[in-house]
């Protein structure tokens, strides 16, 4: 099955509810994207004094997600990138992902968002695994967990080798699968699923300025960078009652507080 490229929310919104995922792309400009990636190149600039940082029974900011071992930081992930640096929200891609979102299903804010960047040559996966398994919620009726929708934003082209996004296609529509701990090369441990032998397996490349959307119970698994360069993503997840879930997650500390120091960009012109 070769993914469906949609232009339209519309058409975005029938194949999430056909097939639990879309491709979008020719949304942003390659300034959009450099803009983005300005700010978030400067959060992982503090990748290793965020990590450390972390104190036992604290939120966890920043981590190594590498399932294989290598030298270095293969696959470091930061969590809440755009309540650390709050500009992420003024940036043109941030913008334009929410309006695309609620033009698809009505008024959606951020409710959590994360960056991940795939070292060159990384042998590290993303294991299959549903975003719905993996939350405080997962055990409450699907109507229940609300709506939300999972923006997979890369900032360049994404491919089978430097590891996009793979879905199975209907998984949203099942039950959730069991998901089994396992222990990363380095870091925290993980929880990832099996698709089963008949799933329906569906690799979605993405050029740079477009994206894939997915459900949070839409099985999804992104594979190994084979690639000399960097393959960077930035994840947003919106829902009707987002900014409600920062703000209370924010009273519960377990969102980060803005980090102090990093430049503002100069959108002069923009």
């Given at each position: 099955m070769a993914p469906r490229r949609d232009s339209s929310p519309r058409e975005a919104a029938a194949s999430l509810s056909r097939n639990g995922f879309a491709v979008v792309e020719d949304i942003f400009s390659r300034d959009d994207l450099?803009?983005?990636?300005t700010l978030l190149d400067q959060l992982f600039r503090e990748f290793s004094a965020l990590r450390q940082a972390r104190r036992p029974g604290q939120r966890i900011v920043a981590r190594d997600m590498a399932t294989a071992m290598g030298e270095g930081i293969d696959q470091p992930e930061i969590l809440y990138a755009a309540s650390l640096n709050p500009e992420l929200e003024r940036t043109a891609l941030f913008r334009k992902c929410t309006a695309f979102a609620q033009s698809m299903t009505g008024s959606v804010?951020?409710?959590f968002d994360h960056a991940i960047v795939k070292s060159p040559f990384n042998m590290s996966v993303t294991p299959w695994h549903q975003d719905a398994a993996l939350t405080r919620f997962r055990h409450?009726?699907?109507?229940l967990r609300g709506e939300r929708l999972h923006f997979w934003i890369p900032l360049q082209?994404?491919?089978p080798s430097n590891g996009c996004m793979e879905f199975v296609a209907g998984s949203h529509?099942?039950?959730l699968l069991k998901h089994e701990s396992f222990v990363r090369a380095r870091g925290d441990g993980g929880w990832?699923?099996?698709p089963g032998p008949d799933a329906q397996r569906v690799a979605c490349p993405v050029r740079a300025g477009g994206f894939t959307i997915h459900t949070p119970g839409t099985l999804h698994y992104a594979g190994r960078n084979e690639t000399a360069a960097s393959r960077k993503a930035w994840i947003i997840h919106f829902s009707r009652?987002?900014?409600?879930?920062?703000?209370l997650k924010r009273l519960l500390s377990r969102v980060p507080a803005p980090l102090p120091g990093l430049a503002v960009p100069d959108r002069r012109g923009s």
């Open positions: 450099r803009e983005a990636e804010t951020r409710a409450l009726p699907r109507f082209d994404a491919t529509r099942q039950p990832a699923a099996s009652f987002g900014s409600m879930e920062i703000a």
